[in-house]
């Protein structure tokens, strides 16, 4: 079983920065981050392979975000530069039992709680 637990989130002006952190224990193949905004469906951020260090970004957040890890310290990170007011959302850590990190919310199976996230104008 794995667990996911983030921290790093809070207020912030727009065009300022944030780092994400999520601790996880158990074995992972690959991870996520999501985000969900009120009244929105949860959506993709960036995800990351263990095998192979593949990555991949929402085109939202292109050259804005940076997803990494270390697996020896079981911390997966998202370096959040450049924020914007439509950023704001509860974000998720999320794991997968698979190698491929996909930006499909169903395919991951494990969660975290979330970490809130709020930009200002």
């Known amino acids: 079983q794995v667990q996911l637990v983030e921290s790093g989130g809070g207020l912030v002006q727009a065009g300022g920065s944030l780092r994400l952190s999520c601790v996880f224990s158990g074995r992972t193949y690959a991870m996520g981050w999501f985000r969900q905004a009120p009244g929105k469906e949860r959506e993709f951020v960036a995800g990351i392979g263990w095998i192979g260090g593949s990555t991949l970004y929402a085109d939202s957040v292109k050259g804005r975000f940076t997803i990494s890890g270390d697996n020896a310290k079981n911390t997966l990170y998202l370096q959040m530069n450049s924020l914007k007011p439509e950023d704001t959302a509860v974000y998720y850590c999320?794991?997968?039992?698979?190698?491929?990190?996909?930006?499909?919310?169903?395919?991951?199976?494990?969660w975290g709680q979330g970490t809130q996230v709020t930009v200002s104008p």
């Open positions: 999320a794991a997968k039992n698979t190698i491929v990190p996909v930006p499909i919310p169903a395919r991951y199976d494990y």
